[in-house]
């Protein structure tokens, strides 16, 4: 992603001048606000006011709030460089972002404000989005980037079957949350075998010229997003299938040689570079992790599945998320202290949820990692909100994060 080429002069706050300045730190917050609400409950200290049982709250809002959320700031950001068309800002920004925070709260209080009047805040969100996207991508006539209009109504598809079971008509929901999580996956690694090896190539050539770049784009990478989309789908439609398992195979070595063909090992000493390199890899482990957990059960199924959630889309998000920030708001590509400590929080809560179910004592784990994705997000938040919300700088006059 590079800066934005022009924006419309506007008057209003500076949270409201480009898509990923209210959509992150939503995404931020919101994230380190539903994990403890979901530990309090499944600790059974408390009931959510929710109509969804407490697991299906918490995979939906952490699918369809948070990535819902991170995915609007990372598209409204990119979508003006691929088209060339204004960015999306002010009042249009505003609504969308209050029809995103109007389903948060509607699906949280939906046990009593009704199952039906929540689907209806919760769905409008993506639907208005869904359409702002179109019309940028068709306006610009930038078809190269119509599978992200595809990924974008199978998210509004996934939620509406979440919402379906809510309101009576059917046993939907874990498959609305399926493929919800696959939606999410599949985005990842369309968009990071862009960014990642782009990324990676351009501070190679600026720091070290004498290291091979990385592999370009090729057929490979087409056979490793085919064998991903073919896995994703047979877990999303017969998780527990013993084709599932051998998919899941072939995708996640897809997915680990697609990886070592970045050089990023090369990139070690730039925090911003390695953790994208790291959250590509919790994709390629969590998949194999799924065929292990299919072909020889030794592990609980959760394992593949928090490697795949915790572990790609925690730290690909916040990867992403720290880096576009701190571009786009005239801030040096590196990360300082503050970033580098969010990345191995979010390490950490990754690695400690796939140990819970191991360890001796499940419920003292899991808020282990809670609190560490907790404080992972809540420290993006406090760090990078003053950047979010105040006008760009010029790299001269600001340090790194």
Do not use: C, K
Request: no cysteine; net charge positive.
């Amino acid at each position: 992603m590079t800066a934005i080429p022009r924006y419309r002069r506007q008057s209003g706050p500076a949270l409201l001048s480009a898509g990923f300045r209210p959509f992150f730190l939503m995404s931020a917050l919101w994230s380190a606000l539903a994990i403890p609400l979901w530990l309090i409950s499944f600790s059974g200290e408390d009931t959510l006011p929710s109509v969804l049982p407490p697991l299906v709250w918490h995979v939906h809002e952490m699918v369809f709030g948070f990535g819902a959320a991170t995915v609007a700031g990372f598209l409204l950001t990119a979508i003006p460089n691929w088209t060339g068309r204004m960015p999306l800002q002010g009042a249009p920004l505003a609504g969308l972002a209050l029809l995103w925070l109007a389903g948060r709260v509607a699906v949280l209080l939906s046990a009593r404000i009704g199952a039906e009047g929540a689907a209806i805040l919760d769905l409008s969100f993506p639907v208005a989005f869904l359409a702002a996207v179109a019309r940028e991508i068709v306006a610009g006539r930038n078809w190269r980037n119509l599978p992200m209009l595809a990924a974008l109504a199978a998210l509004l598809i996934a939620n509406l079957l979440v919402h379906l079971e809510a309101v009576g008509v059917g046993a939907t929901a874990e498959l609305g949350n399926r493929l919800g999580v696959a939606t999410l996956l599949m985005m990842i690694s369309f968009v990071g075998g862009r960014i990642i090896p782009s990324f990676t190539r351009n501070w190679l050539t600026r720091e070290r010229p004498q290291v091979s770049p990385p592999a370009r784009f090729d057929r490979f990478d087409r056979v490793a997003l085919g064998t991903m989309a073919v896995a994703l789908a047979l877990w999303v439609l017969v998780p527990e299938a013993l084709i599932t398992a051998w998919a899941a195979l072939a995708a996640g070595l897809a997915q680990v040689v697609r990886l070592a063909r970045w050089r990023g090992f090369a990139s070690l000493r730039e925090p911003l570079l390695w953790v994208l390199h790291l959250g590509y890899g919790w994709l390629g482990l969590g998949f194999l992790l799924l065929a292990l957990g299919g072909l020889a059960p030794v592990l609980p199924r959760t394992a593949a599945l928090h490697a795949l959630t915790a572990g790609a889309i925690g730290t690909m998000t916040l990867a992403v998320m720290t880096r576009a920030t701190l571009g786009h708001t005239g801030r040096p590509l590196a990360a300082g202290p503050r970033t580098t400590t969010v990345y191995l929080l979010v390490t950490a809560a990754a690695v400690l949820r796939l140990l819970a179910p191991l360890g001796g004592n499940y419920l003292a784990i899991l808020w282990l990692a809670g609190v560490a994705w907790i404080v992972a997000f809540g420290l993006f938040a406090l760090s990078y909100a003053r950047p979010l919300m105040t006008p760009r700088v010029t790299v001269e006059a600001a340090r790194p994060i």
